[in-house]
């Protein structure tokens, strides 16, 4: 039966050859066109909707097409334009093999993955997070346990060979003194602030461990290539940590505010980061960080919105990305990224979806890792986007609190975005790891190799209710078709 639509002039049958671009859009009345069979090189492909008759031209639907022919599409409608991409080619799958921490306890790492340059292209450094934690109901009262609580945060340094990932050499990350906590000059990965950080429980959830004002719960990881260091983003603060490559903490980039909660003398806490980044949602602070390859810039990307004014915005789709001057440490922008509307997925709520880790590959391209809790058959949303900064809105500093457009950033809507002519960032897909069928839940580590080949890896939670005997850590290799830089 032939029906009428209402198509894109653009969307012409006939693709440019380019693996990735951008067309832009008007709407036109035409009829569908359904008994047309479709063919690409000499294989038969079947798109998901039939093309469109206009005046005897005939038109398919951009993303119809695209998709049958192997190509990733995405739609911006503050931009009304379609961006076409070609899909990679899994390159390589490795497993962590590594003994066990401790009984019912497995080796962790992969909360974040980073290539310095000058290393193997098969060499990486990577991080587990705060240590194995859980969140069993204790007479009724669901707490949060630490089983190892003198338990380092540690960098790894790794390489992937022959379908397995080894570990090179590891850095403890230590104070230049002694932390109250552990007695030793190495942290633990213990809450800081009594009262607005979860309380940590020993094993059996039974007595209240004592807050580590040190304490770090390590996510996304970043090399300045200027002085030789990293810097690490952290879920407590949300703070973004300085260290030395022997793992020393030099200094912390904090929310004003912060330090007159804590009492840290052994390192300085740079208040830099806006007062509103105080208002996260706990276990959700700075997930990801990244650093320009020139060392002049550093961009961190939350997990989540802000509870920016309350709890309700945990379904916000609104997430903040700050850039910082690292030679003053200074923020200068802000833009926003809007998570994938959990609408569109299955049992799916939309403060399940959020950021996992980040690429900067340059002041206006970064690479975005977004995902949903879930793993095995009921995966729905693994994506690595690369984003666009160049035209997106600074908004920093505008949107904290409601008195300047009625709502705060994490209040509005789409169309309230529009109405503020706030533009967001652009998003285009690299990887859909969900076709490839990676099987865990937490893809937290994104590095891009030579521009053209994308290493991902999960982290594994320490095996914590684990019931299957592997680690259940996997780094998974992709080449791209083409070059980002």
Same mark, same amino acid.
């Given at each position: 039966?032939?029906?009428?639509? +209402?198509?894109?002039? =653009?969307?012409?049958? /006939?693709?440019?050859?380019?693996?990735?671009?951008?067309?832009?859009?008007?709407?036109?009345?035409?009829?569908? =066109?359904?008994?047309?069979?479709?063919?690409?090189?000499?294989?038969?492909?079947?798109?998901?909707?039939? !093309?469109?008759?206009?005046?005897?031209?005939?038109?398919?639907?951009?993303?119809?097409?695209?998709?049958?022919?192997?190509?990733?599409?995405?739609?911006?409608?503050f931009?009304?334009?379609?961006?076409?991409?070609?899909?990679?080619?899994?390159?390589?799958?490795?497993?962590?093999?590594?003994?066990?921490?401790?009984?019912?306890?497995?080796?962790?790492?992969?909360?974040?993955?980073?290539?310095?340059?000058?290393?193997?292209?098969?060499? %990486?450094y990577?991080?587990?997070?705060?240590?194995?934690?859980?969140?069993?109901?204790?007479?009724? &009262?669901?707490?949060?346990?630490f089983?190892?609580?003198? *338990?380092?945060?540690?960098?790894?340094?790794?390489?992937?060979?022959?379908?397995?990932?080894? #570990?090179?050499?590891? %850095?403890?990350?230590?104070?230049?003194g /002694?932390?109250?906590?552990?007695?030793?000059?190495?942290?633990?990965?213990l809450?800081?602030?009594?009262?607005?950080?979860?309380?940590?429980?020993?094993?059996?959830?039974?007595?209240?461990?004592?807050?580590?004002?040190?304490?770090?719960?390590?996510?996304?990881?970043?090399?300045?290539?200027?002085?030789?260091?990293?810097w690490?983003?952290?879920?407590?603060g949300?703070?973004i940590?300085?260290?030395?490559?022997?793992?020393?903490?030099?200094?912390?980039?904090?929310?004003?505010?912060?330090? =007159?909660?804590?009492? !840290?003398?052994?390192?300085?806490?740079?208040?830099?980061?806006?007062?509103?980044?105080?208002?996260?949602?706990?276990?959700?602070?700075?997930?990801?960080?990244?650093?320009?390859?020139?060392? &002049?810039?550093?961009?961190?990307?939350?997990?989540?919105?802000?509870?920016?004014?309350?709890?309700?915005?945990?379904?916000?789709?609104?997430?903040?990305?700050? &850039? %910082?001057d690292?030679?003053?440490?200074?923020?200068?922008?802000?833009?926003?990224?809007?998570?994938?509307?959990?609408?569109?997925?299955?049992?799916?709520?939309?403060?399940?979806?959020? #950021?996992?880790?980040?690429?900067?590959?340059n002041?206006?391209?970064?690479?975005?890792?977004?995902?949903?809790? %879930?793993?095995?058959?009921?995966?729905?949303?693994?994506?690595?986007?690369?984003?666009?900064?160049?035209?997106?809105?600074?908004?920093?500093? &505008?949107?904290?609190?409601?008195?300047?457009?009625?709502?705060?950033?994490?209040?509005?809507?789409?169309?309230d975005?529009?109405?503020?002519?706030?533009?967001?960032?652009?998003?285009?897909?690299?990887?859909?790891?969900? !076709?490839?069928?990676?099987? *865990?839940?937490?893809?937290?580590?994104?590095?891009? +190799?030579?521009?053209?080949?994308?290493?991902?890896?999960?982290?594994?939670?320490?095996? #914590?209710? =684990?019931?299957?005997?592997?680690?259940?850590?996997?780094?998974?290799?992709?080449?791209?078709?083409?070059?980002?830089?």
């Amino acid at each position: 039966m032939k029906r009428k639509w +209402i198509v894109l002039t =653009s969307l012409l049958l /006939t693709l440019p050859v380019a693996v990735s671009g951008t067309v832009t859009a008007q709407q036109v009345n035409g009829v569908t =066109s359904e008994n047309v069979t479709y063919s690409s090189n000499g294989q038969v492909i079947q798109p998901s909707a039939p !093309a469109v008759n206009l005046d005897g031209s005939l038109y398919m639907p951009v993303r119809a097409l695209s998709e049958a022919m192997g190509k990733y599409v995405d739609w911006d409608e503050f931009r009304n334009s379609v961006s076409l991409t070609d899909k990679p080619v899994l390159t390589g799958k490795y497993e962590l093999k590594a003994a066990n921490l401790a009984e019912g306890i497995k080796m962790g790492v992969g909360s974040s993955l980073t290539h310095l340059p000058g290393d193997p292209d098969n060499v %990486f450094y990577t991080t587990a997070d705060r240590g194995p934690n859980g969140q069993p109901t204790i007479n009724g &009262k669901t707490v949060r346990t630490f089983p190892m609580p003198d *338990y380092t945060p540690t960098i790894y340094k790794i390489e992937v060979s022959k379908g397995e990932i080894n #570990i090179l050499d590891k %850095f403890p990350l230590k104070l230049a003194g /002694t932390d109250p906590v552990s007695g030793k000059v190495t942290i633990t990965g213990l809450p800081n602030i009594k009262g607005r950080d979860e309380e940590p429980y020993d094993a059996k959830g039974e007595k209240v461990l004592a807050y580590d004002p040190y304490g770090l719960d390590i996510e996304g990881l970043a090399y300045n290539p200027k002085d030789d260091s990293f810097w690490i983003s952290d879920e407590y603060g949300p703070s973004i940590v300085h260290v030395k490559r022997d793992g020393t903490i030099i200094e912390r980039i904090v929310p004003k505010g912060w330090a =007159s909660q804590a009492s !840290a003398p052994l390192v300085p806490s740079r208040e830099t980061l806006p007062e509103v980044y105080n208002k996260l949602r706990q276990n959700r602070g700075a997930e990801a960080v990244g650093i320009t390859p020139d060392g &002049k810039y550093m961009f961190m990307a939350m997990q989540n919105a802000l509870r920016n004014p309350d709890k309700a915005m945990d379904n916000s789709r609104q997430v903040r990305i700050i &850039k %910082f001057d690292l030679a003053t440490l200074n923020p200068v922008a802000e833009f926003v990224y809007v998570l994938e509307d959990a609408k569109q997925f299955k049992d799916l709520v939309q403060g399940d979806i959020v #950021i996992s880790d980040m690429v900067v590959v340059n002041e206006n391209t970064l690479l975005i890792d977004e995902r949903d809790k %879930f793993s095995g058959d009921k995966v729905q949303l693994k994506r690595i986007y690369a984003i666009d900064l160049s035209t997106a809105t600074n908004v920093i500093g &505008k949107y904290d609190s409601a008195t300047a457009a009625g709502k705060t950033l994490e209040q509005m809507t789409i169309a309230d975005l529009k109405a503020n002519n706030i533009l967001p960032t652009t998003k285009r897909t690299v990887l859909d790891a969900v !076709a490839f069928k990676f099987p *865990y839940e937490k893809i937290e580590g994104v590095s891009l +190799i030579n521009g053209d080949t994308l290493a991902i890896t999960n982290d594994n939670d320490f095996g #914590i209710d =684990s019931t299957t005997p592997e680690n259940g850590t996997l780094l998974w290799t992709f080449k791209l078709p083409y070059t980002i830089k």
